[in-house]
């Protein structure tokens, strides 16, 4: 589990807030802030080296787990990034699930 309630909360910009992580207006305001940036490449890199080290000791299913404070803004933009950065690989299948991205801002 990845608590990303560090990042800036686009909740708190009025415009922003009936949006989700999967809106290009929350992405891009995530994506004004240098600790995203890092976040994901620091992410993504261990990732990268943990995916190899399941496949080795043959686990099949690696879940990885984004939260935030409402679940609807920034756990979805980084999980999709996460995903789809993911999904690149040959030897990996992702499945995105967003339990809280219908609840009510």
């Not at 992410?43 to 043959?58: A, K, R, S």
Request: with cysteine.
């Amino acid at each position: 589990l990845f608590d990303v309630r560090f990042l800036p909360n686009p909740h708190f910009v009025a415009k922003l807030r009936p949006h989700t992580g999967r809106d290009r207006d929350v992405v891009r305001y995530l994506e004004r802030s240098t600790a995203t940036h890092d976040f994901l490449r620091h992410t993504l890199n261990l990732l990268n080296f943990l995916v190899p080290q399941y496949e080795e000791e043959g686990k099949a299913h690696l879940s990885i787990a984004i939260g935030c404070t409402g679940g609807r803004h920034r756990s979805v933009a980084i999980a999709e990034h996460l995903g789809h950065r993911l999904a690149l690989r040959d030897d990996v299948v992702v499945e995105i699930e967003h339990r809280d991205i219908g609840r009510q801002a």
